[in-house]
Nanobody
Framework: QVQLVESGGGLVQAGGSLRLSCAAS????????MGWFRQAPGKEREFVAA????????TYADSVKGRFTISRDNARNTVYLEMNSLKPEDTAVYYC???????????????????WGQGTQVTVSS
């Protein structure tokens, strides 16, 4: 089993930055694809970013491309999401997820991820 704990959320003004962290425990995730997803009130959970086990391949939702950066530190069993130029529409609960597959291109569908954290709230004020 893999346990994921997100941190780093909060309230920030539009144009500001936040860095989310996702710490994994229970099993090393250095061979897992890791992803970030978000869910705003009344909306479905949507893909934000994902990174393969080696960090060699990343993919982003069009809405965050150029503003968000996903990275990982396998020695620390931790994944990060650096969020810059935040907009009010980025307001959501952000979830970290893990997928126990060695792959060259990370998946973007929530159903492909077996392990999920509890989420951290990000609120961007205008």
């Amino acid at each position: 089993q893999v346990q994921l704990v997100e941190s780093g959320g909060g309230l920030v003004q539009a144009g500001g930055s936040l860095r989310l962290s996702c710490a994994a425990s229970g099993r090393t995730v250095n061979q897992y694809t890791m992803g970030w997803f978000r869910q705003a009130p009344g909306k479905e959970r949507e893909f934000v970013a994902a990174i393969t086990w080696s960090g060699a391949s990343t993919t982003y939702a069009d809405s965050v491309k150029g503003r968000f950066t996903i990275s990982r530190d396998n020695a620390r069993n931790t994944v990060y999401l650096e969020m810059n130029s935040l907009k009010p529409e980025d307001t959501a609960v952000y979830y970290c997820a893990a997928r126990g597959v060695l792959e060259a291109i990370p998946r973007t569908t929530p159903a492909n991820y077996a392990y999920w954290g509890q989420g951290t709230q990000v609120t961007v004020s205008s």
